[in-house]
C-alpha cells in the first residue's frame, strides 16, 4: 500500500497541464494504485477524487468516487472507484448547478463552482481500454473536477464569489441541518 502525501498550493505541479499516458505498463499501473489507496485513507475530510499531479506525478490519470446507497441499507453509503486515464469530457449539458466545492490540495477553503449537470465523458482505463460514460449530478461535478486538476485548473480559479473557510463552511452546513 503507498499511501502518499497530497501536494496543495502552491506548489506549481498543480497549476501544469498534466501529461498523456502512452503507455499502460508498470509505471501507469503504480500512479494508479497510489491513487487509490491515497484516496480510499483520505479523511477529515474525505475524498470523491484524486488526480496524479495532487501526488505529484505529471500524468493524465485521475480516480473520481462514484457515490451510491446500499440497496440493502439504505442509511449506507457506499462508493465504486472509477480509474480514468486521459479523460476528455466531450458532451456537457447546457443545464448547469452552482454548489460548493473543496478539494484536498486547497486545504480549509471553499467555494460556490459552476458545473454542468451532465457529462459526456471518454478514457481509458487501467488496462489501456477505451471506454465512454455519462455522469450526472454530483459525480458529473467530481468528474468535472478532476479532469480539470489534469488540466492545470484548482476549483478557486473557477469559484463564483468568495471562497470561505472550512469553519465557515461547517457554520453552513449546520444552519441547513437546522432548517
Not at 77 to 104: M, Q, R, T
Amino acid at each position: 500500500m503507498a499511501v502518499l502525501p497530497i501536494k496543495t498550493v502552491p506548489d506549481p505541479i498543480l497549476t501544469r497541464k498534466a501529461q498523456k499516458v502512452k503507455g499502460f505498463g508498470e509505471e501507469t499501473k503504480k500512479i494508479v494504485r497510489d491513487l487509490l489507496d491515497t484516496l480510499e485513507t483520505a479523511r477529515d475530510p474525505e475524498g470523491a477524487g484524486l488526480a496524479a499531479p495532487q501526488l505529484g506525478y505529471d500524468k493524465s490519470i485521475c480516480v473520481t468516487r462514484k457515490f451510491f446507497r446500499d440497496p440493502k441499507d439504505q442509511k449506507t453509503i457506499l462508493h465504486e472507484d472509477i480509474v480514468l486515464i486521459n479523460p476528455k469530457a466531450y458532451g456537457k449539458s447546457k443545464e448547469v448547478d452552482l454548489d460548493w466545492e473543496g478539494c484536498l490540495s486547497v486545504p480549509n477553503v471553499y467555494g460556490k463552482v459552476e458545473r454542468s449537470k451532465r457529462v459526456k465523458v471518454k478514457a481509458v482505463n487501467e488496462k489501456g481500454e477505451p471506454f465512454r460514460m455519462t455522469a450526472n449530478g454530483v459525480f458529473a461535478r467530481v468528474i468535472l473536477h478532476e479532469i480539470d486538476h489534469l488540466n492545470g485548473v484548482l476549483f478557486t480559479d473557477l469559484a463564483v464569489g468568495e471562497t470561505i473557510s472550512e469553519e465557515e463552511f461547517t457554520g453552513l452546513l449546520e444552519a441547513d441541518v437546522q432548517e
